[in-house]
């Protein structure tokens, strides 16, 4: 079993509705939860950082995690074709730990 | 803030060649550095984590002896692909990590090696 399992897709939604993306992760000890925005052939972006559970906005972004069920989300509302990219969950137990990604999930905002 | 750059974004060298890639920390001292790579459609695969000034920690099945890595200072990290072969293509990225208590790594744009 991975340690962070995420739905590769392809997700295909038109523009301006509401995306949900998420993750799933086995480790109790994993506090921080981050997701990352890839554009094709560039680096990922960070898009979002939260700390245990909650949740996190920023615009039009945002970011929920539920530490009982290891579940970790991304809302994105009105979604627009510019946020077509590969979405990256990631998280770490801290203390300078490493990064544990998901397989990262494809989605495709057409006009 | 937090910007990282690597260079070149893109290199194509013959088989038995080396290539350095260079990955810099402009605006924030990282002490420690990771480098990934990435195949096509598949998520990041940690290669290892270097810190400032010492060795680094290279992950399972990683070969050290093929992927030079010195961080020599806190704002530069280079990855040295040694008489690189075909299966060597790939993207490597690199993140960095701001100074000490923090857990977010910041990316850099990535190097598309390619080896004919």
């Known amino acids: 079993q991975k340690e962070v399992e995420q739905d590769p897709g392809p997700l295909s939604v038109p523009e301006g509705a509401i995306v949900s993306l998420n993750c799933t992760y086995s480790n109790s000890a994993f506090q921080y939860f981050m997701w990352y925005r890839q554009y094709s052939r560039k680096g990922p972006e960070l898009l979002m950082y939260?700390?245990?559970?909650g949740n996190k906005e920023d615009g039009r972004f945002t970011a929920q995690v539920d530490k009982s069920s290891k579940y970790i989300s991304l809302f994105i509302r009105d979604s627009q074709p510019s946020d077509s990219a590969t979405y990256l969950c990631?998280?770490?137990?801290?203390?300078?730990?490493?990064?544990?990604f998901g397989a990262g999930t494809r989605l495709a905002v057409h006009p | 803030g937090a910007v990282v750059s690597q260079h070149p974004s893109r290199v194509i060298c013959k088989s038995g060649t080396s290539v350095k890639i260079e990955c810099r920390s402009l605006d924030f001292q990282a002490t420690t550095m990771f480098w990934y790579r990435q195949f096509p459609k598949q998520s990041l695969m940690l290669m290892a984590t270097s810190n400032e000034g010492s060795k680094a920690t290279y992950e399972q099945g990683v070969e050290k002896d093929k992927f030079l890595i010195n961080h020599a200072s806190l704002t530069l990290s280079t990855l040295t692909v040694t008489s690189a072969h075909p299966e060597d293509s790939s993207f490597y990225i690199c993140?960095?990590?701001?100074?000490?208590?923090?857990?977010?790594?910041?990316f850099g744009p990535g190097t598309r090696l390619t080896v004919l």
């Open positions: 990631a998280t770490t137990s801290g203390g300078y730990n490493k990064l544990i």
């Open positions: 993140s960095a990590r701001e100074g000490t208590g923090s857990d977010t790594q910041y």
């Open positions: 939260t700390y245990s559970s």
